[in-house]
């Protein structure tokens, strides 16, 4: 500390050093310096801040509040600088090496993968590995980098970024409109033929709702169920059903007109919850460049609103 009324961010890193050992000696070691050096820094701290931070007697060195009140700040103090110090590094680096990324099957065949090559073109020091699965996974004891989900999130050790919100729409063709009509409400649905998907937690129920009404089951009795996705769209693309099916699976076939939208007025889903799309990694302060450097990368390809919207 280079005078009385400064202090510099190498005093405060001894400050939570002794607060977190309760000894001199042992930070001393530690920092290659000696006690007494360590001790005067503190007293130096204590009279710029005109405040008794530590007790100290001959067998231990204890807080003070107004130390354990200050610990709290010389904490935020230091990660701030230690998170200016990694963004000025990363400024002179690029995105390098593996990163490994997770996503449910059919999001990542149809909003991950297309978009890889693009990825990799503008960061070609960047590995990526790119593993698809529907089960929900630990991305900590997995070693996975980035965690692409859909759902009601919930995991606090995991930061969530959020692209944005999942939609579900009823659709059927126009061979299929033209054979077997138009359903004009939620309850002539059991009068149609239902492709339904069916996960490990089983078949998917079908929900509806006029906005801001609760929402209602409307059980159907399927003529096919399957656990394949594309499966499905491909059945009901020719003619084969209705399906209730994400805007990110079906949003292309709309804006294309091979499906149509049944009962448009209608609100619906397969779950109550908000299902938000988004990229998930470990809750750190500074998360890894190349994490940042992918998530951002798909944040300005999904854009706002979602261009399967």
């Known amino acids: 500390m280079s005078s ?16 977190d050992s309760q000894n001199f000696s042992v930070v001393a070691r530690r920092e290659g310096v000696s ?7 503190i007293h130096q701290l204590e009279d710029a801040l005109g405040q008794q931070l530590f007790y100290r007697n001959t067998r231990s060195i204890t807080p003070t509040e107004e130390g354990r009140l200050f610990f709290t700040y010389a904490q935020q103090m230091i990660g701030q600088m230690e998170e200016a110090q990694a963004q000025l590094q990363d400024k002179n680096n690029e995105p390098s090496g593996l990163v490994r990324i997770n996503a449910p099957v059919f999001f990542g065949q149809r909003h991950i993968a297309p978009w890889l090559a693009t990825l990799s073109q503008q960061y070609p020091k960047l590995s990526i590995e790119l593993m698809l699965t529907d089960e929900y996974i630990d991305p900590l004891r997995e070693g996975t980098d980035i965690l692409f989900r859909i759902g009601n999130l919930t995991d606090s050790s995991l930061h969530a970024r959020i692209f944005g919100t999942q939609r579900y729409h009823l659709a059927a063709s126009p061979q299929y409109i033209e054979k077997y009509g138009l359903p004009s409400t939620p309850s002539q649905l059991t009068q149609h033929r239902c492709l339904v998907y069916k996960g490990f937690e089983g078949a998917n129920r079908w929900l509806l709702r006029l906005p801001d009404e609760e929402w209602v089951h409307y059980p159907v009795t399927p003529v096919l169920t399957s656990n394949d996705a594309n499966g499905l769209l491909t059945a009901a693309l020719n003619g084969m059903g209705i399906v209730l099916f994400p805007d990110w699976l079906l949003g292309k076939e709309l804006h294309q007109g091979k499906l149509i939208e049944l009962l448009p007025e209608y609100e619906a889903t397969i779950n109550t919850q908000p299902q938000h799309i988004a990229a998930m990694y470990p809750n750190v302060r500074h998360p890894p460049l190349n994490v940042r450097a992918v998530i951002d990368y798909f944040v300005d390809v999904y854009g706002e609103p979602l261009y399967w919207a």
Do not use: E, G, Q, W
């Open 35 to 41: 006690a007494s050096m360590i001790s005067r820094t």
């Open 4 to 19: 009385a009324n400064t202090i510099d961010i190498r005093t405060l890193r001894f400050f939570v050093s002794v607060f």
